[in-house]
């Protein structure tokens, strides 16, 4: 199983964070190959990560690899370090439409990397929004390796001018845009960064809000912001409360064959079943990752 809660953002050319990340609770990383490392480093930011993969990182972390756009003159080289490295995905940044999923889905192809090496799409451009459900559909439509979107909220409020403001007032028809496209064709969904580390509240309230619009987790920017996210887009003590409550429902003997059920005045189907016994599942996920050395 995997959860999807937080996935910390680590520059490549960063050694010391690099070193950090098998001590930490995030869910993923996203190793950064782009805006983070200056061109005069790209080099040794990739040979910082053929190191660190030699090191047998954490199995129960999520790793993807964030290259250069399609266009760059960094991506062929990135590309091949992807392919050498195997990540769990590869995340493409400055997504604009259909055409640059099929392109990097057809490049993975011919150079036969392995089918669990999954494509990831930064959501950070006017154009990438406006082409949000086009995008996701390429999934049913040969690119078969498309597994999630990441928000992306610099960029996009640079592009649109809307102007950084607590609540993200002006931004949310553009999160629900994305997220309402990623529920329809199947996909994990990230909201953004939130760029004020040291302001804890502001970054919960903001992790709160991304739950409570359907996002899977959230990308962070420092190890601080990690705890935070967990609880917010982490299974609730009311939801598990719930979810008990359905399985030991159904579990009835005369519960047995029937499709809905009553408990406490409410009628629940067997789909709140299923529900309930993933969101279990999770939450025994995320007690053995404690518990695990």
Same mark, same amino acid.
């Not at 057809?106 to 192809?109: S, Y």
């Not at 970054?203 to 903001?206: D, I, Q, W």
């Given at each position: 199983?995997?959860?999807q #809660?937080?996935f910390l953002?680590?520059?490549?050319?960063?050694q010391r964070?690099?070193?950090k990340?098998?001590?930490?609770?995030c869910d993923?990383?996203?190793f950064?190959?782009e @805006?983070?490392?200056?061109?005069?480093?790209?080099?040794?930011a990739?040979?910082n990560?053929r190191?660190f993969f030699?090191?047998?990182?954490r199995s129960?972390?999520?790793?993807?690899?964030?290259?250069?756009?399609?266009?760059s003159?960094?991506?062929?080289?990135?590309?091949?370090l992807?392919?050498?490295?195997k990540?769990?995905a590869v995340?493409?940044p400055?997504?604009n439409?259909?055409? @640059?999923?099929e392109a990097?889905q057809?490049?993975?192809?011919a150079d036969?990397a392995p089918?669990?090496?999954?494509i990831?799409a930064?959501m950070?451009s006017?154009r990438?929004?406006?082409?949000t459900?086009q995008?996701?559909?390429t #999934?049913?439509t040969?690119?078969h390796?498309?597994?999630?979107f990441?928000v992306g909220?610099?960029?996009?409020?640079?592009?649109?001018?809307?102007?950084? #403001?607590?609540?993200?007032?002006?931004?949310?028809?553009?999160?629900m845009?994305?997220?309402?496209?990623?529920r329809?064709?199947?996909?994990?969904?990230?909201?953004?960064?939130?760029?004020?580390?040291?302001?804890?509240?502001g970054?919960?309230?903001?992790c709160?809000?991304?739950r409570?619009?359907?996002?899977?987790?959230k990308?962070?920017i420092?190890?601080?912001?990690?705890a935070?996210?967990n609880?917010?887009?982490?299974p609730?003590?009311?939801e598990i409360a719930?979810?008990?409550?359905?399985?030991?429902?159904?579990?009835?003997?005369?519960a047995?064959k029937?499709?809905?059920?009553?408990?406490?005045?409410?009628?629940?189907e067997?789909?709140?079943?299923?529900?309930?016994e993933?969101?279990l599942a999770q939450?025994?996920f995320?007690?053995?990752r404690k518990?695990?050395p």
């Open positions: 199983m995997r959860i #809660r937080s953002s680590v520059p490549a050319i960063n964070a690099l070193d990340v098998p001590t930490l609770e993923g990383v996203i950064d190959l @805006d983070s490392v200056a061109p005069e480093k790209k080099v040794q990739r040979d990560l190191r030699s090191q047998e990182p129960d972390h999520i790793a993807i690899i964030r290259v250069n756009e399609i266009a003159p960094f991506f062929e080289a990135d590309l091949a992807v392919l050498e490295l990540p769990d995340l493409l400055k997504v439409d259909a055409t @640059d999923i990097l057809a490049r993975l192809d036969l089918s669990e090496l999954k990831w930064m950070e006017a990438g929004v406006a082409n459900v995008i996701a559909a #999934r049913e040969g690119a390796r498309l597994d999630g990441v909220l610099n960029d996009l409020r640079k592009e649109t001018r809307v102007l950084p #403001r607590p609540g993200r007032t002006y931004l949310v028809p553009y999160l845009q994305v997220v309402l496209a990623a329809a064709y199947g996909l994990c969904v990230i909201d953004s960064v939130s760029n004020d580390f040291r302001d804890l509240d970054f919960a309230s903001e709160l809000q991304g409570e619009m359907g996002f899977d987790g990308m962070l420092h190890p601080a912001q990690i935070p996210a609880r917010a887009f982490g609730w003590p009311e719930e979810a008990q409550a359905v399985v030991t429902a159904f579990a009835q003997p005369e047995e029937l499709n809905v059920i009553n408990l406490d005045g409410r009628m629940i067997r789909l709140h079943l299923e529900g309930a993933k969101l939450v025994k995320i007690e053995s518990t695990d």
